[in-house]
């Protein structure tokens, strides 16, 4: 890390801050007092919780002069797709890595939506064959900045494996503050959770605002056990970067699972129910791979009972819209 306060170097990208609102129909649905923070309303393109994270990581970016951001990511990749937009609009050029981890998957879901958005972008595109491998998919990064840096351009590269800092979470970390500034009484915070950067970061920041909500990260790419154990990672390495972090503990890190099978990037019939049920009630979109998923936690949290009648429960909309067309076999066949 350079000495620069990791907190203070950022990139703007989001522009204005992203409403907080009731969702008073499927609130009175459920018997709870349910809101929703719209982050798939943020930044860049299709938004997404991307946005704040990029923040962070372009920061640092442009405080080595970078003329090049490397990233890399799943063929659907929002991540990827949002860092292509951002660095753009902020002058660099991009380079993203497409891994293979959703299995099965045809010809259209590797041309259609978040890729097709890349290819209007104008982002060099290369391809990994591995989803599972994140330091195989790391090193192909850093084997083409390498590639870069002979040939005269200052490549910045993200990395995705668990074992580097965590910029991105300081975003959700300076998130989590701001909704405990205005509004420290929730009682549940549902999330999804992937790298585990937005749902660490949220907690950290929500804690150190002096919010006492439980956190729920629903678990969108692996199982709640491994996906507890990320968290404890993600989040001690985040300690490093900020005593911000130090609010939070190992012990508030709460996950469910519930949604996840079949499994990462696929379309399950949990997801769908709570897709219907958001779009029908309050005209509001998820995605298949991310907010369908973390979205499920709500219903079926209330109907066991964990989450008790009346509570105050907001949801985080990451975003991810753009993948809804690059799942529409899936999405035709559920709907
Ligand atoms: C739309 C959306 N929501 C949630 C997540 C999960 O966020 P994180 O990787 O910070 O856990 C992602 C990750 O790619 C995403 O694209």
Same mark, same amino acid.
């Given at each position: 890390?350079?000495?620069?306060? /990791?907190?203070?170097?950022?990139?703007?990208?989001?522009?204005?801050?992203?409403?907080?609102?009731?969702? /008073?129909?499927?609130?009175?649905?459920?018997?709870?007092?349910?809101?929703?923070?719209?982050?798939?309303?943020?930044?860049?393109?299709?938004?997404?919780?991307?946005?704040?994270?990029?923040?962070?990581?372009?920061?640092?970016?442009? +405080?080595?002069? @970078?003329?090049?951001?490397?990233?890399?990511?799943?063929?659907?990749?929002?991540?990827?797709?949002?860092?292509?937009?951002?660095?753009?609009?902020?002058?660099?050029?991009?380079?993203?890595?497409?891994?293979?981890?959703?299995?099965?998957?045809?010809?259209?879901?590797?041309?259609?939506?978040?890729?097709?958005?890349?290819?209007?972008?104008?982002?060099?595109?290369?391809?990994?064959?591995?989803?599972?491998?994140?330091?195989?998919?790391? &090193? %192909?990064?850093?084997?083409?900045?390498?590639?870069?840096?002979?040939?005269?351009?200052?490549?910045?590269?993200?990395?995705?494996?668990?074992?580097?800092?965590?910029?991105?979470?300081?975003?959700?970390?300076?998130?989590?503050?701001?909704?405990?500034?205005?509004?420290?009484?929730?009682?549940?915070?549902?999330?999804?959770?992937?790298?585990? @950067?937005?749902?660490?970061?949220?907690?950290?920041?929500?804690?150190?605002?002096?919010? +006492? &909500?439980?956190?729920?990260?629903?678990?969108?790419?692996?199982? +709640?056990?491994?996906?507890?154990?990320?968290?404890?990672?993600?989040?001690?390495?985040?300690?490093?970067?900020?005593?911000?972090? !130090?609010?939070?503990?190992? &012990?508030?890190?709460?996950?469910?699972?519930?949604?996840?099978?079949?499994?990462?990037?696929?379309?399950?019939?949990?997801?769908?129910? @709570?897709?219907?049920?958001?779009?029908?009630?309050?005209?509001?979109?998820?995605?298949?791979?991310?907010? %369908?998923?973390?979205?499920?936690?709500?219903?079926?949290?209330?109907?066991?009972?964990?989450?008790?009648?009346?509570?105050?429960?907001?949801?985080?909309?990451?975003?991810?819209?753009?993948?809804?067309?690059?799942?529409? !076999?899936?999405?035709?066949? +559920?709907?």
């Amino acid at each position: 890390m350079s000495s620069l306060d /990791p907190l203070a170097c950022r990139a703007s990208l989001l522009h204005e801050e992203t409403p907080l609102h009731p969702l /008073p129909a499927i609130s009175e649905l459920l018997g709870i007092d349910l809101h929703i923070k719209r982050d798939d309303l943020c930044g860049a393109p299709f938004g997404g919780n991307k946005t704040r994270q990029l923040e962070h990581y372009l920061g640092a970016a442009q +405080a080595q002069d @970078a003329d090049t951001v490397l990233i890399t990511g799943a063929v659907q990749s929002n991540f990827v797709r949002t860092a292509a937009a951002a660095a753009m609009s902020l002058g660099m050029q991009a380079v993203v890595q497409l891994e293979d981890r959703v299995p099965d998957v045809d010809a259209f879901y590797r041309r259609s939506g978040n890729v097709l958005l890349l290819r209007v972008l104008g982002a060099e595109i290369m391809h990994y064959p591995d989803g599972e491998d994140e330091a195989g998919a790391d &090193a %192909a990064l850093r084997a083409r900045a390498e590639e870069l840096h002979l040939a005269g351009r200052r490549p910045y590269v993200i990395p995705l494996a668990v074992d580097n800092p965590p910029l991105g979470a300081l975003g959700y970390l300076r998130s989590g503050l701001q909704i405990a500034g205005e509004d420290a009484a929730f009682d549940y915070v549902i999330v999804a959770s992937g790298s585990g @950067a937005t749902h660490a970061g949220l907690l950290a920041g929500l804690r150190a605002g002096g919010s +006492a &909500a439980q956190v729920i990260g629903s678990c969108v790419r692996r199982a +709640a056990d491994p996906q507890r154990a990320r968290l404890a990672e993600v989040l001690r390495r985040l300690r490093d970067l900020t005593e911000a972090a !130090n609010a939070a503990s190992d &012990a508030d890190i709460a996950v469910w699972d519930g949604a996840l099978t079949p499994g990462y990037g696929r379309l399950g019939p949990v997801a769908t129910d @709570a897709m219907q049920l958001m779009a029908r009630q309050e005209g509001i979109l998820l995605d298949p791979v991310y907010t %369908a998923k973390a979205f499920a936690a709500i219903p079926a949290l209330v109907g066991t009972g964990k989450i008790e009648p009346g509570s105050r429960v907001l949801f985080v909309h990451t975003g991810g819209l753009a993948a809804l067309f690059g799942y529409q !076999n899936d999405l035709e066949t +559920a709907f």
